[in-house]
């Protein structure tokens, strides 16, 4: 887990180092705020977010599944900034083996609370669900806007970045790839 009094004691730093008083009133006590914060963001560190798709229906479907605009948040790796948006999620199951769809976004949370980058995020989605469910295919998209690209840098708010992972049958087959990102678009 965290280490919580090692957060705040850096966090204590980081204010006296930018030229702060971390002991005026407002800023007393958010090296605790900061690490409790922590905790909960980064809570998916102690996660396997494959543990979720454990439980398996049988369900003779085997058609596309897609879950759409699942909220993401997420830490940026390289600045610790947030990052946020949606996945879509499409999979195609295989031999009636289907999931509950709560669990696609508990596996997309799961991944997320983490420090993260968003085509690493969009690539472990895909990859858990082909090893843990075994379908036909899988189909990722992720789409999120970045504070390091709004905040700071090139300074350029509302711009998003559009991440895909494609696998199995929506790889090989352009149809089923076309029809997934139609979908997605409505």
């Not at 800023?27 to 543990?51: H, Q, S």
């Not at 909220?71 to 295989?94: N, Q, T």
């Not at 189909?139 to 509302?158: D, F, N, Q, S």
Request: positive net charge; contains cysteine; proline residues 5%.
């Amino acid at each position: 887990m965290i280490d919580m009094e090692k957060i705040e004691v850096a966090v204590r730093m980081m204010l006296e180092a930018i030229g702060e008083d971390p002991d005026r009133e407002g800023l007393k006590e958010t090296p605790a705020r900061v690490a409790r914060m922590y905790n909960e963001i980064f809570c998916g560190l102690w996660d396997d977010p494959e543990r979720h798709l454990q439980k398996m229906f049988s369900e003779e479907h085997e058609e596309m599944v897609l879950v759409k605009d699942i909220p993401i948040y997420s830490m940026c790796e390289h600045h610790l900034l947030p990052f946020y948006g949606k996945a879509h999620v499409a999979y195609i199951p295989r031999k009636g083996n289907i999931t509950g769809l709560s669990k696609l976004a508990r596996v997309v949370e799961g991944y997320s609370k983490r420090p993260q980058l968003q085509e690493r995020l969009t690539s472990q989605i895909a990859d858990s669900i082909m090893k843990k469910l075994n379908p036909h295919g899988v189909l990722v998209v992720i789409e999120a806007e970045h504070m390091c690209m709004t905040l700071r840098g090139v300074r350029k708010p509302g711009s998003k970045t559009l991440t895909s992972a494609v696998r199995g049958s929506f790889q090989r087959n352009e149809a089923t790839r076309a029809e997934a990102f139609s979908l997605i678009r409505k």
